[in-house]
C-alpha cells in the first residue's frame, strides 16, 4: 500500500532563503508523486509531477523537486522564498490499481517572514 | 479553459435542509471526484466517477449522494446533514482512468456550514 509522510507539518524561513518541504513516500509499485499547494480558503493547485521521466523535476513559481529511489524521498525546494510563497503543501502519491486514488501526506504550512 | 468552477463558494444550511453543490469543468475530462477537507487537513476522497460511472465510493455516508449527469457536471447533494459535515468540499477532474500520472485539477471548493 502506497503512504507520504511530511516531515515536519510547520516550516518558517525568511524572505529569500531557500525553501525545503520534506516527503518521504511508501510504494510497492513505481510511484507517480506531485506536490500541491493551496492557499487560504482556495483550492489545490498542481506545483509539479513525478511519473519517472526525470529525477529533477521543475515546477511552476520556482519550484522544483527531486525523485531519490534509494531515500525514498521526493523533497520540495526552492531558491528563494517570497511572502506569496506562504501556504499549505501536499505531498502526494498516486494509489495502485489505477483507480485516480490521491493518498496525501498530512501536509506542510510553509511561514514566510519579512 | 483550464477550470474547474464550484457553486456555490459558501453554503449554510440546517440539518433538516436538502442542498446541492455543483462543480464543473470544460477541460473534456472524463474522470471527476469529490472530496472533503477539514481545516489543517490534507482533502478526503468521497466518491470518484469515471465516464460518468460512479467508480469509487469511499463509504460515504448516504447523506451525501453523488450524481454526474453529463462528462462535464457533477453534483452532490446533500440531506441532514450533521455539524461535523461543515468542512471544505473540493471537486477535481483529471483526464480518465486509469492512467495513475494524470494530476488532477482541482476547483476553489465550497465551504459548507451545518448549523
Known amino acids: 500500500a502506497q503512504s507520504v509522510t511530511q516531515l515536519g507539518s510547520h516550516v518558517s524561513v525568511s524572505e529569500g532563503a531557500l525553501v525545503l518541504l520534506r516527503c518521504n513516500y511508501s510504494?510497492?509499485?513505481?510511484?507517480?508523486l506531485f506536490w500541491y499547494v493551496q492557499y487560504p480558503n482556495q483550492g489545490l493547485q498542481l506545483l509539479l509531477k513525478?511519473?519517472?521521466?526525470?529525477?529533477l523535476v521543475k515546477g511552476i513559481n520556482g519550484f522544483e523537486a527531486e525523485f531519490k529511489k534509494s531515500e525514498t524521498s521526493f523533497h520540495l525546494t526552492k531558491p528563494s522564498a517570497h511572502m506569496s510563497d506562504a501556504a499549505e503543501y501536499f505531498c502526494?502519491?498516486?494509489?495502485?490499481?489505477?483507480?485516480?486514488?490521491?493518498?496525501f501526506g498530512q501536509g506542510t504550512t510553509l511561514q514566510v517572514k519579512p | 479553459d483550464t477550470e474547474v468552477t464550484q457553486t456555490p463558494k459558501h453554503l449554510v444550511m440546517g440539518m433538516t435542509n436538502k442542498k446541492s453543490l455543483k462543480c464543473e469543468q470544460h477541460?473534456?475530462?472524463?474522470?471527476m471526484y469529490w472530496y472533503k477537507q477539514k481545516a489543517k487537513k490534507p482533502p478526503e476522497l468521497m466518491f470518484v466517477?469515471?465516464?460518468?460511472?460512479?467508480?469509487i465510493n469511499e463509504s460515504v455516508p448516504s447523506r451525501f449522494s453523488p450524481e454526474c449527469p453529463n462528462s462535464s457536471l457533477l453534483n452532490l447533494h446533500l440531506h441532514a446533514l450533521q455539524p461535523e459535515d461543515s468542512a471544505l468540499y473540493l471537486c477535481?477532474?483529471?483526464?480518465?482512468?486509469?492512467?495513475?500520472?494524470?494530476?488532477?485539477?482541482f476547483g476553489p471548493g465550497t465551504r459548507l456550514t451545518v448549523l
Open positions: 477535481a477532474s483529471s483526464q480518465e482512468l486509469p492512467y495513475p500520472a494524470m494530476e488532477q485539477f
Open positions: 510504494s510497492s509499485v513505481p510511484p507517480y
Open positions: 513525478y511519473t519517472s521521466a526525470a529525477t
Open positions: 502526494a502519491v498516486s494509489g495502485s490499481g489505477n483507480t485516480g486514488r490521491l493518498i
Open positions: 477541460m473534456g475530462h472524463r474522470a
Open positions: 466517477y469515471s465516464y460518468e460511472k460512479l467508480s
